[in-house]
């Protein structure tokens, strides 16, 4: 009985979340730009368009979602398929941009105007599980303590990203260092070719023009 | 065993968790890509009297902006802006139903834009679910408790500021970084080429003035 309450309320929940359309054999990507050991949870759900309705079916039978994760040097860390309904997780190793991208794996070869898809979708960085901890704590000492465990996890959430923020204004700071660098190489070289090529121009015309008895 | 004891406690628990559920902020915040003269569309169920926050911002693409709008359930738009690269906006819901908020790149031809959004709808819960309506003045544990809670929201805000202009600065430098080699290189050979046909162009004028007027030596 108690497990069918939980289901229930995370089902209601799911229903009514944020949505958008893509067309069905469209795929969508959504970035996520997170420090390492980060645990992201995604949960969507996709609704079919009915031509004859003109509406949205209440589910998609038949349809199922692939799902691919991939690091910005294109290591995947997730590529699976399932079913209309759903929820993925990935753990990041290494900090970065991490791209999540839903396609469906319609097979209907020809997608005529009208055929499209709703998928709701939402995203979770960090762990958040302890709200369903708190609501079944028993007595004041245990929910406050629920309480401080989920902000000391934000705590470190903070932290690492502030780490992680470290490490890339490092980055930034070598590339704006690398591009004074270039100009200011560029510059003395660009003289000296200017000055060595109008020498060669002058020598070689002088030549040129004494030898034809010009001059 | 207690089967008949459990169902109050069961039903009290779910109305304890539909309560959390329907309090907590829900929303979405993303960063995705939207191509060159396209449109993307969000949509969102909002109660009535709710209030919503959206705050976006380009991070990559062009010259960084976007349009943006915002409609209601019953398609009147309540926000429109053109060519922002940042902006917040927040309403409070008269209308229950599905609001629409849509990112346009469509006078764009040839830039793809990235663009991060946060979309916000309802206050946040307080910390502790019974905070409003106690007999008893909170422990200074939970006011403790409290005040972290507050000061953690305000850091993990303007962190995620900074991470947006840092992503925005370090791709501009990286852009910079990039044309800079470019140029160099295309410059070096166009030097090389343009005075090399100089000095081949002076050559052809003389000599072929040369062989009309003069006689050849015999």
Redesign the interface.
């Known amino acids: ?2 497990t069918l ?2 289901v ?2 995370f089902y ?2 799911l229903s ?6 893509v067309g069905e054999r469209e795929e ?6 997170i420090p390492s050991d980060t645990l992201i949870t995604g949960t969507f759900k996709i609704q079919q368009w009915d031509i004859h309705r003109q509406d949205f079916l209440e589910s998609a039978p038949g349809l199922g979602m692939f799902v691919t994760v991939r690091t910005y040097n294109d290591e995947v860390l997730l590529s699976t398929l399932y079913g209309p309904q759903g929820r993925f997780y990935f753990t990041s190793h290494s900090p970065g941009e991490h791209i999540i991208c839903l396609e469906s794996n319609s097979t209907r070869l020809v997608s005529f105007g009208g055929s499209k898809l709703r998928i709701h ?3 979770r960085v960090g762990q958040h599980d302890l ?2 901890a708190i ?2 704590a028993k007595d004041k000492v245990n ?2 303590s629920f ?2 465990e989920h ?1 000391i996890e ?2 470190e959430q ?1 932290v690492k ?2 780490n992680y ?1 470290r490490d ?2 490092e ?2 700071r070598m ?2 260092e ?2 004074n660098g ?2 200011l190489w ?1 510059a003395f ?2 003289t000296l ?2 000055i060595s ?1 109008g020498i ?2 002058m020598k ?2 002088k030549d ?2 004494i030898a ?1 008895k ?1 001059v | 065993m207690g089967r008949a004891g ?2 109050p406690a ?1 039903a009290l ?2 109305l ?3 309560v ?2 329907a309090e907590r902020p ?8 939207l191509p060159d003269s396209a449109r ?6 909002v109660e009535r009297g709710a209030k919503f926050s959206l705050d976006y911002q380009v991070i990559t693409g062009g010259h960084y902006d976007v349009d943006c709008y915002v409609e209601d359930p019953l398609g009147n738009t309540i926000y429109r802006e053109t060519k922002k690269q940042y902006d917040s906006f927040t309403h409070r819901a008269e209308v229950k139903g599905v609001y629409q908020f849509c990112f346009s790149n469509e006078f764009s031809t040839f830039s793809h834009k ?1 663009i991060y959004f946060d ?1 916000q709808v309802g206050d946040e819960p307080p ?2 679910p019974d905070m409003g309506n106690r007999v008893t003045a909170l422990t200074q ?2 006011s403790a ?1 409290v005040t ?2 507050e000061a ?1 929201k305000t ?2 805000d303007s ?1 995620t500021h ?2 947006l202009r ?2 925005q ?2 791709a501009r ?2 852009d ?2 990039s044309r ?2 470019y140029w ?1 290189v295309g ?2 050979v166009a ?2 080429v343009v ?1 090399f046909g ?2 081949l162009l ?2 052809s004028f ?1 000599t072929e003035k ?1 062989a009309g007027p003069r006689a050849p030596h015999s």
């Open positions: 009985m108690q309450t939980f229930f309320s209601f929940s009514t979340a944020f949505y958008f359309h969508k990507c959504i970035i996520e730009d979708l939402e995203i709200d369903a609501a079944q929910e406050v309480k401080l902000l934000q705590i903070i990203e502030q923020q890339r204004e980055n930034f590339i704006s690398d591009t270039n100009v560029w070289a660009q070719i200017f090529i060669f121009q070689y015309l040129f023009f034809k010009l | 459990a169902h069961s628990l779910l304890l968790l539909l959390l559920r829900r929303g979405a915040e993303l960063t995705f890509e993307q569309c969000f949509h969102e169920a990235t979309f910390i502790l544990m939970e408790c972290i809670h953690l850091v993990i962190q900074y991470r840092e992503a600065d370090r430098a990286e910079l970084n800079v080699s160099s410059e070096t030097l090389f005075s100089q000095v002076l050559k003389f040369r």
